[in-house]
C-alpha cells in the first residue's frame, strides 16, 4: 500500500516513515499544496495512495484546506466518502473542539497527537485494518 506522509516538519515527515517501514510504501510533502498535487498525479496515474498522514498546520496550505481538495478530487471522480482514502490527522493541538475539527473538516479516519509515538501510530493503523 502507498501512504502520503504531509508535514512541513522533516524531521516529523522521516521519524513516520521510519516507523512505517515494512508497513506502507511512503512518500513524503512538505505542505498541503504538495500534497493534493501528489494525490491527484496518483490518483490520475491509477496509482493512488491507500492512506494518507496529515498534519494539520503546515504553511502554504493547512491540512484542513488540503483535505477539502483531496475530498473534491475523490467527488470528480465519483468517490464516496465512505470509499475514500482514510486520512490519519496529526496535530500538536488536542482540544476537544481541535479534535472534533480535524475529523470534521478532514472527513478523517483518525487523529493522532504529536509528537506520535511508533506505538500509537502502529496501534492506530491497526484499528483501521491498514496493518496487523
Known sequence: MRCLVVDDDELGR????????????????EN????V??????FEGGVPYGLIILDIVMPEMD???????I???EKEWGVSISDG?????????????DVIQAY?????????????HPEKLL???SKLGICK
Open 14 to 29: 522521516e521519524l513516520i516513515v521510519q516507523y512505517l517501514e515494512g508497513v506502507v510504501d511512503c512518500e513524503t510533502a
Open 32 to 35: 498541503g499544496v504538495r500534497a
Open 37 to 42: 498535487e501528489m494525490f491527484r498525479d496518483a
Open 63 to 69: 491540512g484542513h484546506a488540503a483535505a477539502k481538495e
Open 71 to 73: 475530498r473534491l478530487i
Open 85 to 97: 482514502v482514510p486520512i490519519l490527522v496529526l496535530s500538536s493541538l488536542n482540544t476537544p473542539h
Open 104 to 116: 470534521v473538516s478532514a472527513k478523517s479516519a483518525a487523529h493522532l497527537v504529536k509528537p506520535v
Open 123 to 125: 496501534g492506530t493503523l
